[in-house]
């Protein structure tokens, strides 16, 4: 038992190490100790104090006990009674935390993802794409577009955990009651997909954009305001549907893969760094490996890559907008645009057949491992220090009266 760790333990009218007057009022009753005290957590009332004999048999001398019942507290649901905006501000800090320290890798995929890489963009590994960008075009080139990635992040990853949290809670006691569901892990990851890509998509495609190779927007105001002008505001929603395609799948995996290894590496749900950082990045290694090939088509919708245009078949000739050709944009071809997830596929596979789809899954593999490690275990810290604030203002009551 960790000293600061919430430990549970289901006790029952045939433990023989509880007296018989806790034993008759708490049979079945699930039993918390903080610090050496023993809290009823059906009750909120303490039952009595752990002996420091920590042998095979343990004594508990009987103390309060209230009748009321409220429902049960834990970590790992965060307590009962805290505000939706809690949930929202420890997501929006792990989000903005995994996205800002994690981007530099994330430029380095998009460039890899390119279906025809120009010759000053063509890296052998994600290594040698960092070098590569740094000596030929500055030590801030890697971090380009940083800032609405980060505006971005905040307000999405808020809703993102919010809405897990509150729709797991809800179908696992519908679906299981009194233990974790895997589908309800993953449809909660599904539907919390939803709410997040609907805010995160613009400043994706923004972000990409601005991380191509040779990428003409001099700030993510002139980016914005060029897409808005040549493509309209479909621009920024044109590869959602596709992203909804790649990260519902995704964070299914996601979701019931780290569900999954918490209950092997962490099966008592307490604060465990080392768990949550292990879980979260083999979890994101795994979603990630195998919804590649959708995300090098979300590439090619965001950022309209100029020569896989001139391969996608244009349907009819539109006059030339005058503007110059830039791998980030679709003015190179007059206005014409790739959109839906068939076509993208068609493209990819017309420029470099199956293994296309793949391109950049080293990048993505390295890039998810760090972020999902860095995300789960920001949020799994913000949970705890929360519980254990109110487990000690609860303490702190009982002490008083």
Not at 91 to 102: N, R, T
Not at 161 to 188: D, M, Q, R, T, W
Request: proline share 6%.
């Amino acid at each position: 038992m960790e000293v600061d760790g919430f430990v549970s333990r289901r006790l029952t009218v045939d433990t023989p190490s509880v007296d018989g007057g806790v034993t008759g009022a708490s049979a079945g009753a699930d039993i918390r100790w903080l610090g050496g005290r023993i809290l009823d957590a059906t009750s909120g009332g303490f039952v009595g104090t752990r002996s420091p004999r920590m042998g095979a048999e343990q004594d508990f001398s009987s103390g309060l006990f209230q009748a009321a019942l409220e429902p049960e507290i834990d970590y790992e649901g965060l307590p009962q009674g805290v505000a939706t905006s809690t949930h929202m501000l420890a997501g929006a800090v792990a989000g903005i935390m995994e996205h800002c320290l994690m981007y530099p890798i994330d430029c380095v995929k998009t460039r890899m993802q390119s279906l025809q890489p120009q010759p000053g963009a063509r890296y052998r590994n994600v290594m040698d794409a960092l070098r590569q960008i740094v000596r030929t075009e500055g030590v801030w080139r890697p971090v380009r577009g940083l800032n609405v990635m980060a505006v971005g992040a905040g307000p999405a990853h808020a809703l993102y955990f919010a809405c897990y949290e509150k729709i797991k809670f809800s179908l696992s006691n519908a679906v299981h009651p009194g233990a974790n569901s895997h589908f309800a892990n993953g449809l909660a990851g599904c539907m919390a997909t939803v709410l997040h890509d609907a805010v995160m998509n613009p400043a994706e495609v923004v972000k990409q954009r601005m991380q191509m190779y040779n990428s003409p927007y001099r700030g993510v105001l002139h980016c914005i305001s060029s897409a808005w002008q040549r493509e309209g505001p479909a621009a920024f929603y044109r590869s959602y549907t596709t992203q909804l395609t790649m990260n519902v799948p995704f964070q299914a995996l996601h979701f019931m893969t780290y569900e999954y290894l918490q209950e092997l590496l962490n099966p008592h749900r307490q604060y465990n760094p080392s768990s949550h950082m292990v879980s979260g990045a083999l979890a994101g290694a795994i979603a990630a490996a195998a919804t590649t090939p959708l995300d090098v088509c979300k590439t090619l919708l965001n950022t309209q890559e100029a020569l896989a245009l001139h391969v996608a078949p244009a349907p009819a000739p539109a006059p030339a907008s005058g503007a110059a050709a830039s791998a980030g944009g679709a003015s190179a071809t007059g206005g014409r645009q790739i959109s839906g997830l068939g076509e993208a596929f068609r493209t990819v596979y017309r420029m470099g057949g199956m293994p296309a789809f793949f391109k950049g899954v080293q990048a993505r593999v390295i890039y998810q491992m760090p972020s999902t490690a860095i995300s789960w275990s920001v949020y799994e810290f913000f949970k705890y220090v929360i519980t254990k604030r109110q487990y000690e203002r609860r303490l702190q009551r009982e002490g008083e009266k």
